[in-house]
């Protein structure tokens, strides 16, 4: 397992129990908002007359917590809607103002695998005050993440193994272990989840999503998308473009990408990473990487390697030891936000004393799972369930060697890693996804597409590349570390996407903040 498979969910660091002791926080004023104006005539009917049955269903909100959730049903197979169906969980924080509501806007956190319920859960933390107060912010946990016919594929113990195998293979015996856990991974998604496996590819969320939308009585989709969510955006615009309506793709995985380039980008991008994040150690003084960048990058490389032969205590009945594929989980874990990288320090100088317990602690997080073993949710799944059908990959370990020796050429330290990410997308036991694409949703209202220039997950570049896509899009750029930009704390950036969203003002295409 890699990080290569995975375009993090943006999981905000406020616990739900804050959310809802905020809930009747009370709110700034500002400008009327100005509700969207819908050019095309209004989309709520469904597109094929098998699927009215699906777009005409009410949603029955009942109380959770203080919010509202209900059922979406879906079917399984859009091409035959009547060989069975799935139910959706949805979560909705009503706006504070009902009287000037604009609408849902739903949201996306990544993943795949990323709660949408959840995510919405966040809602004060995750969009500004301004958009708290006239839209009513929607989640959904998408077709096999989560609460939605959640995919099983491995037992706890058996997803330690495929996550601490050793993901930088020397020899052949260590690529086939590689490829026996790949299998694995494989086969038990493929056992546990017969039926629904075809069908989890990123089209099929999209069209789930337009379901959301007709049933929420909305014309068009107000949409926030971050990480993988700008993939699942995308999606949605190149099926349904007169139906976008104010659209945000924050940390974009451009819908073209294949595996191999997905792979290199992101080697590149925890790369670029890993060096500001020295580079701020050094900065600091007395950096315990060494005195210069190179320095530093050079005894991340060596402790790693180090850590392939001779594995540090980690303080985990269930995984006594940290090896490489552990301390590279934590350190990429600490990489999506610079707010960690205190805390990255001090695991590193831990394991310098001997001690992987802080590392660990960090690869638990990257993973959702418990100290002792137990995962909390199924991202780890589902993500090579919606991955592999969306950007399959070779069955030939000489291609991913080859990987190997490419990545490594602009990515020392990540791009062995990263190169073996996609081996189960290679033995996938099932086919049928769209292959990688461009989208250029002609026709729809204007597409916010945002970037940062030091994103490890989600390289800057793939910004650019979807906003030359999209035949009607701009782009806003933030300066700076760390994974999506969106209430990362850049007013600039913060008050281009409220203003967009609540008065309908699209920000200057290459604006810079």
């Given at each position: ?85 799935i139910d959706l969980k ?175 980008g992101q080697a590149q ?158 033995v996938w036991p099932v ?83």
């Amino acid at each position: 397992m890699s990080l290569r498979s995975r375009t993090r969910a943006v999981v905000v660091a406020v616990a739900v129990a804050t959310v809802l002791s905020s809930a009747g926080a009370c709110t700034t004023s500002g400008p009327d908002p100005v509700a969207p104006t819908v050019v095309a005539p209004p989309a709520t009917a469904a597109p094929d007359a098998a699927l009215s049955t699906f777009y005409d269903q009410q949603l029955t909100w009942q109380a959770c917590a203080t919010f509202e959730c209900a059922d979406l049903r879906v079917p399984i197979d859009y091409a035959k809607p009547a060989d069975g169906q799935i139910d959706l969980k949805v979560l909705r924080v009503k706006a504070r103002d009902q009287g000037k509501r604009l609408g849902s806007l739903v949201v996306n956190p990544g993943g795949p695998g990323g709660s949408g319920v959840d995510y919405a859960a966040n809602a004060d933390a995750i969009v500004g005050d301004s958009v708290r107060r006239y839209y009513d912010v929607v989640g959904f946990d998408p077709r096999g993440v989560g609460r939605s016919a959640p995919v099983d594929c491995l037992s706890d113990r058996q997803l330690d193994a495929f996550l601490g195998t050793d993901p930088t293979p020397d020899n052949r015996a260590e690529e086939q272990q590689l490829l026996v856990e790949a299998k694995d991974m494989a086969a038990g998604c493929e056992q546990k989840n017969a039926k629904l496996l075809p069908h989890l590819s990123t089209e099929d969320a999209a069209k789930d999503m337009d379901v959301l939308r007709a049933a929420l009585g909305d014309p068009q989709l107000n949409y926030l998308g971050k990480s993988y969510g700008t993939f699942l955006g995308s999606t949605y615009a190149g099926l349904f473009p007169q139906r976008v309506g104010r659209f945000v793709l924050d940390g974009v995985v451009p819908p073209d990408l294949t595996s191999a380039e997905l792979g290199l980008g992101q080697a590149q991008g925890f790369e670029l990473a890993t060096r500001s994040y020295v580079q701020s150690c050094v900065d600091g003084g007395d950096c315990i990487l060494g005195g210069s960048v190179d320095e530093g990058m050079q005894w991340i490389r060596t402790f790693l390697k180090g850590l392939d032969a001779k594995p540090l205590p980690s303080g985990d009945s269930a995984v006594p030891e940290l090896n490489e594929a552990w301390a590279s989980l934590g350190l990429g874990q600490a990489l999506y936000d610079e707010g960690s990288w205190g805390i990255l320090t001090d695991a590193l100088t831990e394991a310098k004393a001997g001690s992987g317990v802080g590392l660990m602690r960090l690869a638990d997080q990257y993973a959702d799972r418990d100290p002792g073993g137990k995962y909390t949710g199924n991202l780890l799944e589902v993500i090579y369930a919606v991955n592999c059908l969306d950007r399959p990959d070779s069955p030939d370990l000489s291609a991913y060697e080859q990987y190997a020796k490419d990545f490594s050429k602009t990515a020392p330290t990540w791009g062995p890693f990263l190169a073996w990410g996609a081996l189960p997308c290679g033995v996938w036991p099932v086919k049928g996804g769209t292959p990688p694409h461009t989208i250029s949703a002609e026709g729809s209202n204007t597409i916010v597409v945002v970037g940062t220039t030091r994103d490890p997950a989600t390289i800057y570049e793939w910004s650019k590349r979807l906003r030359d896509q999209l035949s009607n899009a701009v782009l806003v750029s933030r300066d700076g570390d760390g994974h999506t930009a969106y209430r990362r704390g850049n007013a600039c950036v913060d008050s281009a996407i409220d203003s967009y969203y609540v008065q309908g003002t699209t920000p200057k295409d290459g604006l810079q903040c």
